[in-house]
């Protein structure tokens, strides 16, 4: 086990190397955005320039886009690669029957058409992601940012006749402006504490005009890989309906993962 690693980004780099043994060559694979997913596409990465794996990768942001090229990784668009084998990408919460909760690196849009667009989801996380109930982390809702307010008040209207705790929201910022998505739209992120039906409120808030998609993803991931600080991983598979425990054992990742950024 490397030294060089805290618990937390242990557990993120073995979920995501547990995560690339879905991957082989001749797939279209997905490739999340956030600091785990980075970790697996720097493991993709060293599978592709070390052990000739070959693939191509249609990425959820331009930030994991720009980390995949410089790795080596192929790097397609979604509409050229059509359909996708699998996505792998991290989350912000994810709930015994695998809804999740994503955006909170502002890129639910692309990684939930993305997600949506494969034959598989596998979720990498650590084990802080796992809740009884979504809702604690505040869901992000993508807006246009024309009229952006008043889909906030309509928003929040919406909320108390919803199953939630809280009925607040805030405009995702970036400094002193707001932060804008790759597709040009700004961020609400809503403090519910608890969503009580989230199948139902993803619905309800996506029918809301300049609303353009919620970050709750429901039925959509199979399998979490979830790391742990001290090596081990855990495999949920929701259609299998099995749970394994494994160890991954790695030596030194100094030189694979000195510049990670994110
Ligand atoms: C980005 C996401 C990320 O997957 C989510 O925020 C988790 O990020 P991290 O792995 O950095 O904790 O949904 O939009």
Known sequence: MSENLSPIDTAKFVAAKRACEFVESGMRVGLGTGSTAAWLVRCLGEMVREDGLEIVGVPTSTRTAELARDVGIKVVSLDEAKWLDVTIDGTDEFDAELNLIKGGGGALLQEKIVATASDRMIVIADKTKQVETLGGFPLPVEVVPFGWQTTKALIEETLSSLEVLGDSSS??????????????????????????????????????????????????????????????????????GTTEQEVIEFLDTENLFSDMAE
């Open 171 to 240: 405009l995702r910022m970036n400094g002193d402006a707001a932060y804008v998505t790759d597709e040009g739209n700004y961020i609400l992120d809503l403090h519910l504490g608890r969503i009580g039906n989230a199948r139902q409120f993803g619905m309800v808030i996506n029918q809301i005009p300049g609303v353009v998609e919620n970050g709750l993803f429901i039925d959509i991931c199979d399998v979490v890989v979830i790391g742990h600080g001290d090596g081990r991983v855990e495999v949920k598979d929701i259609t299998a």
